[in-house]
């Protein structure tokens, strides 16, 4: 009678119901975006290095997008990351100057070169994958490296000044105006890859990550999401290089490096895959500790940085995210018990 009534299915709506839960921001999410609002007063003295945090932690959830949630594995991703921000130096250093729109520019830049690779990268294995993104990485670096007259190969390219954020906010020396804008669009693209994970295109995505062919036999088309998440997941990227470029005001060729994907793989790895938070906390952990083990042992930071690396992956199998999520599961079991 329900269905003659126009009331769907209980099933179905137990299914929107769940997807509508999926899609509330949780309170602990707010508080997240919360604190690191708090940052820029609680810690006014840090706040180039917190920016610096972001940047990263941006460029991971780019990652996490194609390796968490559609399962494309990449030693390369870093080539997205310094097309924005070799584009957002280009435009400054020749004369747009407008933040805004030089990081709509260059996170385009980056989105259509990862929409042309996509039809390279997105063929074969995961071992075939891995050896073609990293190629066409070196192959950006190598170029980039060549073309010293304007790039600055090694040198990097100098001579890069921003204009005011809408006409109004200098970036100054200690970075309170780059902190708070490159929250403001690290927030938005946040929203952005949060509502498209959420949706029921992210649960497609997760099938495909899965199972291809029981994708396809569904009606999934396999091709056209793996294609759409990588030159998204290209454009944040691009969006994070740009960010760099404009708040340090200068562009070095490490921003094309492989250490660069290496460490970024590494961050999302500390902070949990297909979370979407894992990579900001991957990156804000994988930072400090590299800060604080270098003020330590400025020789041998990376022996101790190595061992914390093993003992992470060992005892936090899917990353801090992973662990607190078990600690919570426990405590909530053990609840249980004493009220049974």
Do not use: C
Not at 73 to 80: D, E, M, P
Not at 86 to 97: I, R
Not at 180 to 198: C, D, E, P, Q
């Amino acid at each position: 009678m329900s269905v003659l009534r126009g009331n769907p299915p209980s099933g179905a709506a137990r299914h929107l119901a769940a997807l509508q839960a999926r899609e509330r921001w949780k309170p602990v999410e707010i508080g997240f975006w919360l604190a690191l609002l708090g940052v820029y007063f609680a810690f006014p003295t840090s706040l180039v290095f917190a920016s610096q945090i972001l940047i990263t932690g941006l460029f991971a959830l780019s990652l996490d997008l194609i390796l968490g949630y559609a399962g494309i594995v990449t030693l390369g991703h870093a080539a997205f990351f310094g097309v924005g921000a070799y584009v957002a130096g280009f435009l400054a250093k020749y004369g747009w100057q407008e933040p805004l729109t030089g990081l709509l520019v260059a996170g385009m830049a980056a989105a259509i070169v990862g929409y042309l690779t996509s039809f390279i990268v997105l063929r074969g294995s995961d071992l075939t994958r891995l050896m073609i993104t990293l190629g066409i990485g070196l192959l950006l670096y190598e170029l980039v490296n060549r073309a010293t007259t304007l790039t600055g190969g090694v040198d990097g390219m100098q001579g890069i000044e921003m204009s005011k954020l809408f006409g109004f906010f200098k970036f100054d020396l200690y970075g309170k105006t780059a902190y708070l804008y490159v929250l403001g669009i690290s927030f938005l693209m946040f929203v952005l890859a949060r509502a498209l994970m959420h949706a029921p295109y992210g649960l497609s995505l997760r099938s495909v990550r899965e199972n291809q062919t029981r994708a396809r036999a569904i009606g999934i088309p396999v091709r056209a999401r793996l294609t759409n998440i990588y030159t998204f997941a290209a454009l944040i990227a691009g969006v994070a290089g740009a960010l760099l470029t404009q708040t340090t005001q200068f562009v070095g060729i490490d921003v094309l490096s492989f250490q660069r994907s290496a460490d970024l793989l590494i961050m999302l790895i500390i902070g949990g895959t297909a979370t979407l938070y894992g990579g900001f906390i991957g990156a804000a952990a994988f930072l400090l500790a590299q800060d604080r083990l270098a003020d330590l042992n400025a020789q041998y930071w990376l022996f101790w940085l190595g061992i914390l690396l093993i003992v992470m992956t060992l005892y936090l199998r899917g990353g801090i995210l992973g662990g607190l999520g078990r600690l919570l599961l426990l405590l909530t079991r053990l609840r249980k018990r004493e009220r049974a």
